[in-house]
């Protein structure tokens, strides 16, 4: 199963929204968050507001750090993070912000912003140049006046905003709509809120706000079963593990013992994602058709999977010779955990590749190495580099280090991030990644390392994206069938869900 991708979106989320009550007073102030997981207290937020200065002048500095304590599959996951911003108290525009989160694998950004540019840089990729138009909002976790003005000030009832987003290094669409007015009580004071629904247009994430009237600072966070809001001192020695297995896995009670040779799978699904926008149409492809309707990556419908095998017919040659369009050329260069110009991961994809018929062989070579080496691990290497010294990992850290495999010599690959079948708490999906390959005419072949299914993947898939997570609802298996290997297709057997 796939569990750092979804864990990282989490982290950012925290890292965006865990300061809550910190103002531009002059004194420096030290404020603490709770953060809940299904009821679960596992982690906590310290913040810490300084001024300094800087060229001669007094700047505001916001400092963070988060302590998140997770379980699932019995692997435990600590989740660290730090943050920084420095902030002009005249403008309340940062022009320096640094994320550094470690869950496994270590992530690091940095933002400096110069005029109306943006200089953002993040570990394993190039750096960015984003223009920053005046109608684009440079965000800081410690005060939203276009929030303030237009909802709480103001009548508004919905409303967008071009907003930056520093985690990302981009611009994307935040939809804001108002929920009503409350009265809470926080860390022993009352406040009153204003509620908001945020969706984020770009990614499908959607959160909860809970925001102080007096001042617009967030009390209060929801998104997906976690819940952030302010605490005192005394949470730093409360925190225990959550188990999010509720969050990833969703129970359906029917066992199909022989998972790798489902054939067809009809499925009716509710499922919240986020990661990327989905469509309709972005969830019908090869081998996966989908009824149904999509509100805010909020997907209800019906799946209709058929597996799929693909025969190497009309591969490309190999070293690979098929003309890319600009679209795939991303798909053979190296990210961030995907370091497929790590010189140990292209001397070694060579070694296993050397002598194969044509791209597919290639590809599948590399794919059963990857099978066959990397043990199952929560939460494993999680980086491809990391993955193949260490030689473990859970579902993202095969994925990825297949597709840095083939990237490396010179196969287009991603990732697909869904979920897939298991036997697990008597049948259930759970949130998946695995691997596609680019095979020319065929165009993108799926693959699942992981699963040992080294050259398909069986009909218990369902793909959301690319960068997505899969947050379940509910899921009801309505039809499956299971090829009988013995007798071939001839040997198909068809079973009614009752």
């Given at each position: 199963?796939?569990?750092?991708?979804?864990?990282?979106?989490?982290?950012?989320?925290?890292?965006?929204?865990?300061?809550?009550?910190?103002g531009?007073?002059?004194?420096?102030?030290?404020?603490?968050?709770?953060?809940?997981?299904?009821?679960?207290?596992?982690?906590?937020?310290?913040?810490?507001?300084?001024?300094?200065?800087?060229?001669?002048?007094?700047?505001?500095?916001?400092?963070?750090?988060?302590?998140?304590?997770?379980?699932?599959?019995?692997?435990?996951?600590?989740?660290?993070?730090?943050?920084?911003?420095?902030?002009?108290?005249?403008?309340?525009?940062?022009?320096?912000?640094?994320?550094?989160?470690?869950?496994g694998?270590?992530i690091?950004?940095?933002?400096?912003?110069?005029?109306?540019?943006?200089?953002?840089?993040?570990?394993?990729?190039?750096?960015?140049?984003?223009?920053?138009?005046?109608?684009?909002?440079?965000?800081?976790?410690?005060?939203?006046?276009?929030?303030?003005?237009?909802?709480?000030?103001?009548?508004?009832?919905?409303?967008?905003?071009?907003?930056?987003?520093?985690?990302?290094?981009?611009?994307?669409?935040?939809?804001?709509?108002?929920?009503?007015?409350?009265?809470?009580?926080?860390?022993?004071?009352?406040?009153?809120?204003?509620?908001?629904e945020?969706?984020?247009?770009?990614?499908?994430?959607?959160?909860?706000?809970?925001?102080?009237?007096?001042?617009?600072?967030?009390?209060?966070?929801y998104?997906?079963?976690?819940?952030?809001?302010?605490?005192?001192?005394?949470?730093?020695?409360?925190?225990?593990?959550?188990?999010?297995?509720?969050?990833?896995?969703?129970?359906?009670?029917?066992?199909?013992?022989?998972?790798?040779?489902?054939?067809y799978?009809?499925?009716k699904?509710?499922?919240?994602?986020?990661?990327?926008?989905?469509t309709?149409?972005s969830?019908?492809?090869?081998?996966?058709?989908?009824?149904?309707?999509v509100?805010?990556?909020?997907?209800?419908?019906?799946?209709?999977?058929?597996?799929?095998?693909y025969?190497?017919?009309?591969a490309?040659?190999?070293p690979?010779?098929?003309?890319?369009?600009?679209?795939?050329?991303?798909?053979?260069d190296?990210?961030?955990?995907?370091e497929?110009?790590?010189?140990?991961?292209?001397?070694?994809?060579?070694?296993?590749?050397?002598?194969?018929?044509?791209?597919?062989?290639?590809?599948?070579?590399?794919?059963?190495?990857?099978?066959?080496?990397?043990?199952?691990?929560?939460?494993?290497?999680?980086?491809?580099?990391?993955?193949?010294?260490?030689?473990?990992?859970?579902?993202?850290?095969?994925?990825?280090?297949?597709?840095?495999?083939?990237?490396?010599?010179?196969?287009?690959?991603?990732?697909?991030?869904?979920?897939?079948?298991?036997?697990?708490?008597?049948?259930?999906?759970?949130?998946h990644?695995?691997?596609?390959?680019?095979?020319?005419?065929?165009?993108?072949?799926?693959?699942?390392?992981?699963?040992?299914?080294?050259?398909?993947?069986?009909?218990?898939?369902?793909?959301?994206?690319?960068?997505?997570?899969?947050?379940?609802?509910?899921?009801?298996?309505?039809?499956?069938?299971?090829?009988?290997?013995?007798?071939?297709?001839?040997?198909?057997?068809?079973?009614?869900?009752?």
């Amino acid at each position: 199963m796939k569990t750092n991708i979804k864990f990282f979106r989490m982290i950012i989320l925290l890292a965006l929204l865990s300061w809550g009550c910190i103002g531009f007073g002059q004194q420096s102030e030290t404020y603490y968050y709770a953060v809940e997981i299904n009821g679960v207290l596992c982690g906590y937020s310290e913040s810490n507001k300084t001024f300094i200065e800087k060229n001669g002048k007094e700047l505001l500095q916001v400092t963070d750090e988060i302590v998140v304590k997770l379980s699932v599959l019995g692997g435990d996951i600590d989740i660290t993070i730090y943050n920084q911003y420095q902030i002009d108290p005249e403008t309340g525009r940062f022009f320096f912000c640094e994320h550094k989160m470690s869950a496994g694998v270590d992530i690091h950004t940095v933002t400096k912003i110069v005029g109306n540019m943006a200089f953002f840089t993040s570990l394993g990729e190039e750096p960015k140049e984003i223009e920053l138009s005046p109608e684009v909002i440079l965000e800081i976790p410690i005060a939203f006046p276009h929030l303030m003005n237009d909802f709480i000030k103001g009548n508004e009832q919905e409303k967008s905003y071009q907003v930056f987003d520093d985690m990302k290094g981009e611009i994307v669409e935040k939809h804001y709509t108002r929920v009503g007015v409350e009265e809470i009580e926080l860390a022993g004071t009352n406040y009153d809120v204003t509620v908001l629904e945020e969706v984020n247009k770009t990614t499908g994430t959607k959160v909860k706000l809970w925001l102080d009237n007096e001042n617009s600072f967030p009390l209060k966070i929801y998104i997906s079963g976690r819940t952030i809001y302010l605490a005192d001192r005394s949470v730093k020695k409360m925190i225990k593990t959550a188990d999010l297995e509720n969050l990833m896995f969703a129970r359906v009670n029917k066992i199909i013992p022989d998972v790798q040779n489902i054939s067809y799978m009809k499925v009716k699904a509710n499922v919240e994602s986020a990661g990327e926008w989905i469509t309709t149409e972005s969830l019908n492809g090869p081998g996966q058709k989908f009824t149904g309707t999509v509100t805010n990556n909020l997907i209800e419908g019906v799946f209709e999977i058929e597996q799929q095998k693909y025969n190497g017919s009309n591969a490309p040659a190999f070293p690979y010779n098929y003309t890319l369009s600009d679209s795939l050329k991303k798909y053979t260069d190296p990210e961030n955990l995907i370091e497929s110009n790590d010189q140990i991961l292209i001397d070694k994809a060579n070694e296993i590749t050397d002598g194969s018929d044509d791209s597919w062989d290639a590809a599948k070579r590399l794919s059963k190495w990857v099978a066959d080496n990397i043990k199952g691990a929560i939460p494993g290497g999680t980086s491809a580099i990391n993955t193949y010294k260490t030689r473990e990992g859970e579902c993202g850290s095969h994925s990825r280090l297949l597709a840095a495999f083939c990237r490396a010599v010179g196969i287009p690959a991603r990732l697909s991030i869904g979920c897939m079948y298991t036997t697990h708490y008597g049948g259930s999906f759970g949130q998946h990644a695995w691997t596609e390959v680019y095979m020319g005419d065929a165009g993108w072949i799926a693959v699942d390392a992981t699963a040992f299914e080294i050259d398909y993947i069986d009909a218990g898939h369902i793909r959301l994206g690319e960068k997505t997570s899969f947050n379940p609802v509910s899921m009801e298996i309505l039809e499956y069938e299971v090829a009988d290997i013995e007798n071939g297709k001839k040997g198909l057997e068809k079973i009614q869900n009752k």
